[in-house]
């Protein structure tokens, strides 16, 4: 079985080497998220945290 760590630091080298590919994908889980549960303010916010964190320093703790 995979070691959380290791899944997380395979996480983390793709969102570095495919930053763009992977804010595409949250804001189409936030559309999707804020088309079924509603709440779209709260999850737009959630999803520009994530986009912010990941643009900031490579997707790196």
């Known amino acids: 079985?995979?070691?959380f760590g290791d899944m997380a630091d395979k996480a983390k080298?793709?969102?570095?080497d495919h930053e763009e590919q992977v804010e595409g994908g949250l804001?189409?889980?936030g559309d999707a998220a804020g088309d079924k549960f509603g709440h779209e303010?709260?999850?737009d916010?959630?999803?520009d945290?994530?986009?912010?964190?990941i643009g900031?320093?490579?997707?790196a703790n």
């Open 1 to 3: 079985m995979a070691d």
């Open 13 to 16: 080298d793709y969102a570095d």
């Open 27 to 29: 804001d189409k889980a």
């Open 41 to 43: 303010e709260q999850i």
């Open 45 to 47: 916010k959630g999803v």
């Open 49 to 53: 945290k994530l986009d912010d964190r």
């Open 56 to 59: 900031d320093d490579g997707g």
